[in-house]
């Protein structure tokens, strides 16, 4: 589910404004949720759920450029 709404909500911005960079930022939030989702028993709780606090704040944090460059807020590529 995670995958597929990254892929619908980001993608199509990242290829209309070749912004590229917000892409690789939601994937390194993506795969930081899903290393620990299917990594957990091999890591520290307190390790597992830090993973999981870095990885959504790499998603908020995409999420928000992909905002601002589909409201033309921002120039940066």
Known sequence: V????????????CK???????LAIASVGILSI??????????SEN???GLTVFGSVFLIWAHIKN???RHGK???H
Request: proline share 3%.
């Open 34 to 43: 899903l290393s620990a989702v299917f990594l957990h028993e091999f890591m």
């Open 67 to 69: 905002m601002k460059v």
């Open 16 to 22: 209309q404004h070749k912004h590229k960079d917000i």
């Open 2 to 13: 995670v995958i597929i709404s990254l892929l619908l909500a980001v993608y199509p911005t």
């Open 74 to 76: 921002c120039s940066s």
């Open 47 to 49: 390790f597992a759920h």
